[in-house]
């Protein structure tokens, strides 16, 4: 059983930092795209980015692009996601995801998901 436990969310002014973190268990973390999306009340979830093995395999959603920073540690089983320059608009709960393919992992199809963790931003 693979499990993704999100964490580092929580209250940040407009124009703050914070950095998410995804632990992952299991052996398979090194042959997964790791992923982030959010989901903002009475919106649908929506794709924030991802990352391969390595650097060379990353996207982002334009929204996000310039501000956020995704990385991974294989070596500890975690995926990152730096945001900085945040807005209010970034206001969500924020999931991790990990699929084999990085093109389906785009479109929202994950084989695991985490819980989420809430990041909240004012104004």
């Known amino acids: 059983q693979v499990q993704l436990v999100e964490s580092g969310g929580g209250l940040v002014q407009a124009g703050g930092s914070l950095r998410l973190s995804c632990a992952a268990s299991?052996?398979?973390?090194?042959?997964?795209?790791m992923g982030w999306f959010r989901q903002a009340p009475g919106k649908e979830r929506e794709f924030v980015a991802a990352?391969?093995?390595?650097?060379?395999?990353?996207l982002y959603a334009d929204s996000v692009k310039g501000r956020f920073t995704i990385s991974r540690d294989n070596a500890k089983n975690t995926v990152y996601l730096q945001m900085n320059s945040l807005k209010p608009e970034d206001t969500a709960v924020y999931f991790c995801?990990?699929?084999?393919?990085?093109?389906?992992?785009?479109?929202?199809?994950?084989?695991?998901w985490g819980q989420g963790t809430q990041v909240t931003v004012s104004s």
């Open positions: 299991g052996h398979i973390f090194g042959s997964y795209v």
């Open positions: 995801a990990a699929d084999l393919d990085i093109v389906r992992l785009r479109a929202g199809v994950a084989a695991y």
């Open positions: 990352r391969g093995w390595s650097a060379t395999s990353t």
